[in-house]
């Protein structure tokens, strides 16, 4: 099959299995090839590790990022670390610190001290209700309860590690999704500010967009891309 487009790497959020991405890969093949990215080894990667793992992983030599929840921290430090590779950072109601901010800095007083308190307490896998209520919300049973058994707990710094200062020099866009119950469509609406940019699209779906409307999760990004390509023509 010929790829017309960018292809793009695909960056899932914490805990979470590379499966999810499949029904939008296949939504996206017409015209986008795409890898979903790795996670590091180890017991305690460090940010850096996350973001060398998702660089290892894209087999182009450029390529735009969509990066989901969490792995829009991994996101903005890749297109930071490797600006002659990433040509566009999409975030898929995605947590994007502000320059030298980190996960935990970018939630609103006060769940970021109630985070930190809990990953000190419990890790960070949060409880099996809490996924279902949060994360898996708006899908059918059969399929909250495989993302419940499979959720693996990520390293704390993936939470903890701060970005990097300098300023993304990349085309961004950002899909909001607007019945999101692990990230509100406010705090959605501020990450993205923190990209700076009015290239958005919003979709009606909890925090799992690629698991309830794959179809409509394709079409937003794919949206975003031609619109940074007629931009660049």
């Given at each position: 099959?010929?790829?017309?487009?960018?292809?793009?790497?695909?960056?899932?959020?914490?805990?979470?299995?590379?499966w999810i991405?499949?029904?939008?890969?296949?939504?996206?093949?017409?015209?986008?090839?795409?890898?979903?990215?790795?996670?590091?080894?180890?017991?305690?990667?460090?940010?850096?590790?996350?973001?060398?793992?998702?660089?290892?992983?894209?087999?182009?030599?450029?390529?735009?990022?969509?990066?989901?929840?969490?792995?829009?921290?991994?996101?903005?430090?890749?297109?930071?670390?490797?600006?002659?590779?990433?040509?566009?950072?999409?975030?898929?109601?995605?947590?994007?610190?502000?320059?030298?901010g980190s996960?935990?800095?970018s939630m609103?007083?006060?769940?970021?001290?109630?985070?930190?308190?809990?990953?000190?307490?419990?890790?960070?896998?949060?409880?099996?209700?809490?996924?279902?209520?949060?994360?898996?919300?708006?899908?059918?049973?059969?399929?909250?309860?495989?993302?419940?058994?499979?959720?693996?707990?990520?390293?704390?710094?993936?939470?903890?590690?701060?970005?990097?200062?300098?300023?993304?020099?990349?085309?961004?866009?950002?899909?909001?999704?607007?019945?999101?119950?692990?990230?509100?469509?406010?705090?959605?609406?501020?990450?993205?500010?923190?990209?700076?940019?009015?290239?958005?699209?919003?979709?009606?779906?909890?925090?799992?967009?690629?698991?309830?409307?794959?179809?409509?999760?394709?079409?937003?990004?794919?949206?975003?891309?031609?619109?940074?390509?007629?931009?660049?023509?």
């Open positions: 099959m010929t790829i017309s487009g960018a292809p793009v790497l695909l960056l899932g959020g914490a805990g979470l299995p590379a991405w499949d029904a939008t890969r296949e939504a996206l093949a017409p015209a986008h090839e795409t890898v979903v990215a790795s996670r590091p080894h180890g017991r305690t990667p460090s940010l850096a590790d996350y973001v060398d793992a998702a660089l290892a992983s894209a087999p182009w030599d450029r390529f735009a990022v969509v990066a989901h929840s969490s792995g829009g921290v991994v996101g903005s430090e890749l297109a930071r670390r490797a600006p002659d590779r990433v040509s566009v950072l999409v975030g898929v109601c995605a947590v994007v610190p502000a320059a030298g996960f935990v800095s609103p007083f006060p769940q970021r001290h109630l985070l930190s308190l809990a990953m000190r307490v419990a890790g960070t896998r949060p409880p099996d209700g809490a996924i279902r209520r949060g994360v898996a919300a708006g899908l059918d049973d059969a399929t909250a309860e495989r993302i419940v058994s499979e959720f693996v707990p990520e390293s704390p710094a993936l939470y903890r590690d701060r970005v990097g200062t300098a300023p993304l020099r990349l085309p961004v866009g950002y899909v909001t999704t607007t019945q999101d119950r692990e990230l509100s469509p406010a705090l959605q609406r501020r990450l993205a500010d923190n990209l700076g940019t009015p290239r958005q699209r919003s979709l009606a779906t909890g925090h799992l967009p690629m698991l309830e409307d794959a179809t409509e999760l394709a079409n937003a990004v794919t949206a975003l891309l031609d619109e940074r390509r007629s931009q660049l023509s």
